[in-house]
């Protein structure tokens, strides 16, 4: 699958069927057996993850997406961590957890790759969260009540707001709409698609297809971990075997 600058691209398909799995690979959650993954023609494969965060990837995940015990402010801190190691306490920290062949790959690549490459003030990050709040304004009145007390689709707004304190150029979103009521689930796609609109590339896997595809430019319906169909969306969604299929009819 592919993934190009500024698309907004989704994943569907039945329970099973390998979607988040996926999107893990790609984060580097799990390690992929066999193929390539890249961002900007260079090769993540076997990653650690904060190295893939480093490089402008964040990742949103499905389940336990928020540091509960921390409030929205915190939580949104927590999204320019990474940046904050510094160059060299970034790589220092890759090379005592990590085994010799990625170490290697990671030591001689350029420094200007890694994000983390520059501090981030305590003011750049004042103003990080400013700008994040535009996107997710009802959050601006509960940054100091704890993420774990928060609705679960505001909790879901304070996982792609902290993912968005990256300014990545890639952002995978897994099953953002699950066990959320009709409404919030609107309130989350509109977030979504605002922030696509500012430029940041979107890998959403969903199981509400019909929504997901309405919002998305392109689509991959996966089947049993094997891409059964790759169209635009609007052809997806008009396509009746696929809505025999795998949209209900």
Not at 85 to 110: E, H, I, K, N, W
Not at 146 to 172: I, N, W
Not at 192 to 219: C, D, F, P, W, Y
Request: proline share 5%; aromatic share 4%; hydrophobic share 45%.
């Amino acid at each position: 699958m592919r993934l190009g600058a500024g698309e907004l691209v989704v994943v569907i398909g039945p329970n099973g069927a390998g979607k988040s799995t996926l999107i893990k690979g790609i984060a580097g959650i799990i390690r992929p057996e066999s193929g390539k993954v890249t961002l900007d023609g260079e090769e993540i494969a076997g990653l650690p993850p904060q190295t893939i965060v480093a490089m402008g990837m964040s990742y949103v995940p499905q389940v336990r997406n928020t540091f509960p015990s921390l409030t929205v402010r915190e939580n949104l801190e927590m999204g320019v961590y990474v940046l904050n190691y510094g160059a060299s306490g970034f790589l220092g920290s890759l090379a005592a957890t990590t085994g010799d062949r990625v170490r290697r790959r990671m030591l001689g690549r350029p420094r200007r790759r890694f994000y983390s490459a520059a501090r981030v003030s305590s003011g750049s990050i004042h103003d990080r969260i400013d700008r994040v709040l535009e996107l997710f304004p009802v959050l601006k009145s509960r940054l100091h009540v704890r993420a774990g007390e928060l609705s679960g689709g505001q909790q879901q707004m304070v996982a792609l707001a902290r993912a968005m304190m990256l300014d990545p150029k890639v952002l995978l979103i897994d099953e953002p709409s699950a066990g959320l009521a009709p409404n919030l689930v609107d309130a989350i796609f509109a977030r979504i698609a605002a922030i696509n609109l500012q430029g940041t590339a979107i890998l959403l896997v969903e199981q509400n297809a019909r929504k997901a595809l309405k919002l998305a430019k392109r689509g991959y319906v996966l089947e049993m971990g094997t891409n059964r169909f790759e169209d635009r969306a609007d052809r997806i969604l008009a396509n009746p075997e696929i809505g025999k299929l795998y949209l209900g009819g």
